[in-house]
Nanobody
Framework: QVQLVESGGGLVQAGGSLRLSCAASGRTFSTYDMAWFRQAPGKEREFVAAITWSGGNTRYADSVKGRFTISRDNAKNAVYLQMNSLKPEDTAVYYC???????????????WGQGTQVTVST
C-alpha cells in the first residue's frame, strides 16, 4: 500500500518555474515506478513524465520534453517534477502515481495522490 501527497503547485507567470513534490508513505516506495500526470478542465488525464524505481530510466511526454525534469529520492520517499519555461497550456491539476511497472498509461496505475493545481498566467 502506498499513499501519495502532492505539493508545490501554485500560480506562476508564463516562462516561470515550479517544483512539484510527491511524498509517499510506506516502506516499499523504492520498489515502485512513479509518474506524473495532469488533467486540465474538460480534458482527459494525460501523461507527463515517469521514472523507474531506481531512477535510472525516465520518460517524458513530447509536450514537456526539455522543459520538465522528473527525479526521485528513495531515502526521502519522494518524487519531484521540476517545471521550467512554463506555458499557459501547462495549466492543470498535477497528480503523482505509483505502480510496479513502468508505463505512460494512467489506467494502469495503482495508487494516486489527490493532485495539486498549477496555473500559468499569460
Amino acid at each position: 500500500q502506498v499513499q501519495l501527497v502532492e505539493s508545490g503547485g501554485g500560480l506562476v507567470q508564463a516562462g516561470g518555474s515550479l517544483r512539484l513534490s510527491c511524498a509517499a508513505s510506506g516502506r516499499t516506495f523504492s520498489t515502485y515506478d512513479m509518474a506524473w500526470f495532469r488533467q486540465a478542465p474538460g480534458k482527459e488525464r494525460e501523461f507527463v513524465a515517469a521514472i523507474t524505481w531506481s531512477g535510472g530510466n525516465t520518460r517524458y511526454a513530447d509536450s514537456v520534453k526539455g522543459r520538465f525534469t522528473i527525479s526521485r529520492d528513495n531515502a526521502k520517499n519522494a518524487v519531484y517534477l521540476q517545471m521550467n519555461s512554463l506555458k499557459p497550456e501547462d495549466t492543470a491539476v498535477y497528480y503523482c502515481a505509483a505502480r510496479r511497472s513502468f508505463s505512460a498509461v494512467a489506467a494502469l496505475y495503482d495508487y494516486w495522490g489527490q493532485g495539486t493545481q498549477v496555473t500559468v498566467s499569460t
